[in-house]
């Protein structure tokens, strides 16, 4: 959903490839395409203050992270965000629209860690999980960054945002049962 609840962004495999489309929440009007690729494009978050999409992009297992700027309700020209040849999932954005969250196996095939890294400059790039890590959620303050670990830890991470970052030790809140 936008932040102010009046469109839904949902991924549909209507063209034989994952398309992200914009409808608005009221049902009125047609569904305006995200972009129109032949790669697949998967939503992920919207940023809370309604300026930019996050979504997966690509062909292939190696799919990047990027950002589509939405202007008076349309999308505007998409953006990588992450790149690369490893595995990346998961962004979010911090409330604030200044950092996204996202997990990747780049320091190790298929073992996921959480990163942090400024946006949309991408010139900051931190990790925030030690010894794996997953679905990255921000406080609403955007004081700390909650993860999964590959054991089911639930985890929280102080943060101080601005123009850098500075994260603290990630310390567990509680274990969830894997049933």
Known sequence: WSPDGKQVAFTTWRKGNADIYIKNANNVGADT???ESPMNETIKDWSKDGKYIAFECGKDQFQDICAAPMEGGKPGK?????????????????????????TSDINEPGKFEVFVQSFPSGDVKLQISREGGGQPR???DGKELYFRT?????????????ARIEPGIPHQLFTSSTT
């Open 33 to 35: 395409p995200l972009l």
């Open 78 to 102: 998409p953006f990588p965000v992450v790149q690369g040849q490893n595995r990346k999932d998961e962004p979010q954005f911090s409330y604030d629209g200044k950092w996204i969250a996202y």
């Open 138 to 140: 921000w406080r609403r």
């Open 150 to 162: 590959l054991d089911n830890r639930h985890m929280a991470v102080d943060i101080a945002l601005g």
